[in-house]
């Protein structure tokens, strides 16, 4: 029952967040994808940056509860492309989707029926999606950690300053 | 152009980060598209529950929480109460040009139609949760929690996703010749 409040005031804070920043706005979302307006890539590399090393910082204290997705090569490349393909498509991802729903903006609700619809699809090819594209080169839960032997947060630091000064000094807007 | 919002990307960013290191301390990393699985499973259960029980991918996702809302399914109730609070509490200070159903930017470049618009969000809809389904996760879960974990899979969705994100979105914006 705790976990299930903890979920609702971190969700409440989290479509706050969205919807503050702008990450509800078709402008905003488009302009990062046509590469000229940087405020979500810029957005999303500063929570990105804070959140490495943060939960690493929490990882030294053995404080951070992992949840790391395996690497299945084809199932990740495949579903990101048709994924980036719909996010371009509507504008919306599956988070900022819900919060421009509440904020009653009618083409994002069109896009939560739309997405429920995707998962049931998805739902019924599993079967054969598992066997061919998901147990295949599946290579399981690896971490740059794993991978490159160094304790994660000697890791964690320079890929945050990197993130950090990219979003804060690097990106530009371009607009003609 | 810089600042208009309601609030800057850095201060979206930087809170966003600490959300997430929040939400690692406390119980998992944050995620969207799981829910929508999980929905899926709960209407599938309360309408036909020998079909949804057949279903491995959603069996997959109801039973353990026993076909009821766990954390994860909380956390997206709460992004739309925290969504449709600030929305009511700062609409005031929205641009003008983020307001409303059609978006300014799409009305210019396919018209006024809000059928064409909506139905382009279904079907843009039904791909991201599709691919996010089969890839593991969507930009919350792989992109913004996978990658500040380290997770070598999020490294390969948030490149490809921007890729193919970027390339669509030219296509669809091409200077028409």
Redesign the interface.
């Given at each position: 029952m705790e976990?299930?409040?903890?979920?609702?005031?971190?969700?409440?804070?989290?479509?706050?967040?969205?919807?503050?920043?702008?990450?509800?706005?078709?402008?905003?979302i488009?302009g990062t994808?046509?590469?000229k307006?940087m405020?979500?890539i810029?957005?999303?590399?500063?929570?990105?940056?804070?959140?490495?090393l943060?939960?690493?910082v929490?990882d030294i204290g053995n404080?951070?509860?992992?949840?790391?997705?395996?690497?299945?090569?084809w199932?990740?490349?495949?579903?990101?492309?048709?994924?980036?393909?719909?996010?371009?498509?509507?504008?919306?991802?599956?988070?900022?989707?819900?919060?421009?729903?509440?904020?009653?903006?009618?083409?994002?609700l069109?896009?939560?029926?739309?997405?429920?619809?995707?998962?049931?699809?998805?739902?019924?090819l599993?079967?054969t999606?598992e066997a061919l594209?998901?147990e295949n080169a599946n290579?399981g839960?690896?971490?740059?950690?794993h991978?490159i032997g160094v304790q994660?947060i000697y890791?964690?630091i320079p890929?945050s300053a990197v993130l950090l000064f990219v979003?804060?000094f690097g990106l530009k807007?371009r607009?003609q | 152009m810089e600042n208009d919002y309601i609030i800057s990307w850095k201060t979206a960013g930087i809170a966003l980060g600490l959300l997430l290191v929040v939400a690692t301390a406390l119980v998992k990393p944050l995620g969207v598209s799981t829910q929508f699985v999980v929905t899926d499973a709960m209407v599938a259960h309360a309408i036909a529950p020998e079909f949804a029980e057949s279903n491995e991918y959603l069996a997959k996702y109801g039973v353990p929480t026993n076909w009821l809302p766990g954390y994860g399914w909380m956390l997206v109730i709460g992004m739309l109460c925290g969504g449709a609070l600030t929305a009511r509490l700062f609409k005031s200070r929205q641009p003008q040009q983020d307001r409303g159903s059609m978006p300014t930017l799409w009305r210019e470049r396919f018209g006024h139609s809000s059928v064409k618009r909506n139905t382009a969000a279904f079907f843009g809809g039904m791909l991201l949760l599709f691919g996010a389904r089969l890839a593991g996760g969507c930009t919350s879960g792989h992109m913004i929690s996978g990658i500040s974990q380290l997770a070598l899979s999020s490294f390969i969705f948030g490149i490809v996703t921007f890729g193919a994100a970027i390339l669509m979105a030219k296509y669809l914006y091409r200077t028409p010749s």
């Open positions: 976990t299930l409040i903890t979920g609702f005031f971190i969700g409440c804070a989290f479509g706050a967040i969205l919807y503050l920043g702008g990450a509800t706005s078709y402008r905003r488009m994808l046509l590469l307006d405020w979500i810029k957005l999303m590399a500063t929570a990105i940056g804070v959140g490495t943060g939960i690493y929490l404080l951070a509860h992992f949840s790391i997705k395996p690497v299945y090569v199932g990740i490349v495949l579903g990101g492309a048709i994924f980036g393909i719909g996010w371009a498509i509507s504008g919306y991802c599956p988070g900022t989707c819900l919060v421009a729903t509440a904020e009653g903006k009618k083409d994002a069109f896009t939560l029926l739309g997405a429920l619809s995707g998962a049931f699809i998805f739902s019924l599993f079967p999606i594209l998901i290579f839960a690896l971490t740059l950690e991978l994660g890791l964690a890929l979003a804060f807007d607009y | -």
